[in-house]
């Protein structure tokens, strides 16, 4: 995207004139997200995004949202920005499988372990869960239970145990093959970043074949095998096929991450684009409405294509969601103007409450500010005069489990066309910090943060 003087006073005036006629008020009542859950009557994919990774209105907004869809709209899977053994753990949680021995919706999430934890272990997460398991609980007939499933791709190591899990309980043989080919990653002491640079300088040292190898057999073993009748055995197949995908997927992408930021970030974002894609055909083979609720942050959901992200090259969830569901895509930004985060100055340090700076002027922020209301929903999709002034491009800021303030427009603002990069807005101009489950953010585990290492 080319650079251009910020919006004159003029334009300024225009596009808030435009948002304050356009604007919903959000008043904590039923009727809030009507017009919401009218633009995803047809809808196939609703992704809720967020303009930060620990802010608790985002979470909580989402949470409520989405029950309206799976109640409502008969939506049966949330997929989240979180790798899929940790989320699969939940899953089995909420759908009641008997192997799962956790007690609890605070057990059930014991499996996100790694830097940044209170992105999923935090008290919005574990009240939507816990509200998940109930609704699911009470199916009869008449409703579906509704999964929980992570798209992102850092479980390298986690991913590898799931599948031998699996083939072990199953097919002894399979697992033996599964173990010899794997081996190739144990030289590398589970640490995926040292296999990465090793692997990206040295070719001959890659475990390329071997995971693609593996990842065919399960795929060959879910196409051949016979129609399960049992939903969660099913379930499982698809989960070990998906584990597989997800170490070839990931076996490439901690290798891209030492040849530059844009190919590891398109390779993340067409992994969880292609896991969207595999759990819908999954949901339709089983006799379950393919309808799935995406959790992850703005710069995920947005269509790229409208930001300097696309400028540069990259690509993300939003742009191909598009691409591939079309009208049946629905995109939902998240915005606020100031208030508390939770984040870490750095990687792998403790989690910390941070007042979060004012928008800057210039930026959507302080423009959704100037509006005056504390809380509200903006359609953009149709058109109309507040999507005509939220074409021209302003700043946008994105908070991810990483923020600082001392250096926020270079570290937190891009440029975007807000009515393009989205079908809607919700803007909380007040917001709160997320409460996380445990007070540290200390990593305790070989394999990368979650977000490792655009923070987002």
Not at 17 to 32: E, I, N, S, T
Not at 298 to 315: K, P, Q, Y
Not at 379 to 404: F, K, N, S, T
Not at 426 to 438: F, G, N, Y
Request: proline residues 5%; contains cysteine.
């Amino acid at each position: 995207m080319p650079a251009f003087p910020p919006p004159s006073p003029a334009d300024d005036a225009r596009a808030l004139a435009a948002v304050r006629d356009a604007a919903l008020p959000l008043r904590g009542g039923d009727a809030d997200y009507d017009d919401l859950l009218d633009l995803a009557a047809d809808a196939t994919i609703v992704l809720l995004g967020e303009a930060s990774h620990g802010t608790h209105e985002f979470y909580s907004r989402r949470a409520a949202i989405t029950r309206r869809l799976v109640e409502e709209q008969g939506f049966t899977a949330v997929a989240v920005e979180a790798d899929w053994p940790d989320a699969k753990r939940v899953d089995d949680w909420v759908r009641g499988a008997s192997a799962n021995a956790d007690e609890d919706a605070a057990d059930a999430l014991s499996g996100f372990e790694r830097f940044p934890q209170w992105m999923w272990r935090n008290a919005d997460v574990l009240q939507f869960v816990t509200w998940l398991r109930a609704r699911n609980a009470g199916c009869e007939d008449e409703c579906t239970r509704t999964g929980f499933f992570g798209i992102d791709l850092y479980s390298l190591y986690t991913s590898i145990e799931a599948v031998l899990r699996y083939l072990d309980e199953t097919d002894p043989e399979a697992a033996r093959r599964a173990r010899y080919r794997y081996a190739c990653f144990e030289h590398f002491g589970e640490e995926p970043q040292a296999y990465g640079y090793t692997a990206s300088f040295d070719i001959s040292r890659s475990c390329e074949d071997e995971a693609v190898r593996q990842l065919i057999d399960l795929r060959r073993r879910a196409s051949t095998a016979p129609p399960q009748r049992d939903e969660l055995a099913a379930d499982a197949l698809f989960s070990a096929e998906q584990n597989a995908r997800l170490v070839r997927n990931a076996e490439e992408y901690y290798r891209s991450m030492f040849r530059g930021r844009i190919s590891s970030w398109n390779l993340r974002d067409r992994h969880m684009t292609e896991t969207l894609q595999q759990l819908a055909a999954h949901l339709e083979r089983q006799g379950r409405a393919p309808k799935i609720v995406v959790w992850a942050h703005n710069s995920h959901l947005g269509d790229a294509r409208a930001t300097e992200m696309g400028a540069r090259g990259e690509l993300n969830v939003g742009q191909l969601v598009r691409e591939h569901w079309r009208e049946r895509a629905v995109l939902v930004g998240f915005t606020t103007y100031t208030g508390t985060v939770t984040a870490a100055d750095d990687w792998d340090a403790p989690a910390r409450r941070k007042v979060v700076n004012r928008g800057m002027p210039g930026s959507y922020e302080a423009l959704f500010h100037d509006v005056g209301l504390p809380d509200f929903y903006l359609r953009l999709r149709d058109g109309g005069a507040a999507a005509d002034a939220l074409r021209a491009p302003r700043l946008e800021r994105a908070i991810g489990v990483i923020y600082r303030p001392d250096t926020e427009r270079v570290s937190h603002y891009f440029r975007a066309r807000l009515a393009d990069q989205f079908d809607a807005v919700i803007h909380v101009d007040d917001t709160s910090a997320v409460q996380p489950l445990e007070r540290v953010g200390v990593a305790s585990s070989t394999e990368p943060p979650e977000t490792f290492p655009s923070g987002i």
